[in-house]
T-cell receptor
Framework: GAVVSQHPSRVICKSGTSVKIECRSL??????MFWYRQFPKQSLMLMAT?????????EQGVEKDKFLINHASLTLSTLTVTSAHPEDSSFYIC?????????????FGNGTRLTVT | QKEVEQNSGPLSVPEGAIASLNCTYS??????FFWYRQYSGKSPELIMF????GDKEDGRFTAQLNKASQYVSLLIRDSQPSDSATYLC????????????FGSGTRLSIRP
């Protein structure tokens, strides 16, 4: 159980275009999902917390107008990187918990490797 | 001071030996502790979680927690080359709304 599916796994786009990444919880409902970014040889950095039916909560330094998050259902959150630039090239990973209980661990999707040319 | 600290490594351990990975955290109110394994180019996968002081064993893995010292560790017995990966320590606060904070990870290399 606790499967999180992320799509696409890899995307290459041209500078200035937008890219949408989907994150689905396959066998559970997730009122909250988390979006992380990881640059090479660095740790996971939380970008934003996606809340079903309400606005996402962004971490300090993350531009909400650039990284659009939509959490329209209990099993789907999307991250859209708008007007992508080469510096946005990174590994984007979504995650969710099965339960809102404080001890519930995060389960991660397989990640999306974004390359902006 | 980082909230969750790990030695970046690389930690090199011979095959069959015990690998010991350590993590310290700054928030004394932290309640939940997780170890994730991340292979190069892949997303993290959960190995173990621990909430109470002491040891918790699962197969070749043992997590150890000492809240007084704000220290959590992961022992891997009978290390295998397939254990070579980066191990991430993650810590969560008391409330259900608390974010999970990750350490920067320790790179483990098991040499045959």
């Amino acid at each position: 159980g606790a499967v999180v599916s992320q799509h696409p796994s890899r995307v290459i786009c041209k500078s200035g275009t937008s890219v949408k990444i989907e994150c689905r919880s396959l066998d559970f409902q997730a009122t909250t999902m988390f979006w992380y970014r990881q640059f090479p040889k660095q740790s996971l950095m939380l970008m934003a917390t996606s809340n079903e039916g309400s606005k996402a909560t962004y971490e300090q330094g993350v531009e909400k107008d650039k990284f659009l998050i939509n959490h329209a259902s209990l099993t789907l959150s999307t991250l859209t990187v708008t007007s992508a630039h080469p510096e946005d090239s990174s590994f984007y990973i979504c995650s969710a918990s099965v339960s809102v209980l404080r001890n519930s661990p995060l389960h991660f999707g397989n990640g999306t490797r974004l390359t902006v040319t | 001071q980082k909230e969750v600290e790990q030695n970046s490594g690389p930690l090199s351990v011979p095959e069959g030996a015990i690998a010991s990975l350590n993590c310290t955290y700054s928030d004394r109110g932290s309640q939940s502790f997780f170890w994730y394994r991340q292979y190069s180019g892949k997303s993290p996968e959960l190995i173990m979680f621990i909430y109470s002081n002491g040891d918790k064993e699962d197969g070749r893995f043992t997590a150890q927690l000492n809240k007084a010292s704000q220290y959590v560790s992961l022992l891997i017995r009978d290390s295998q080359p397939s254990d070579s990966a980066t191990y991430l320590c993650a810590v969560k606060g008391y409330s259900s709304a608390s974010k999970i904070i990750f350490g920067s990870g320790t790179r483990l290399s098991i040499r045959p």
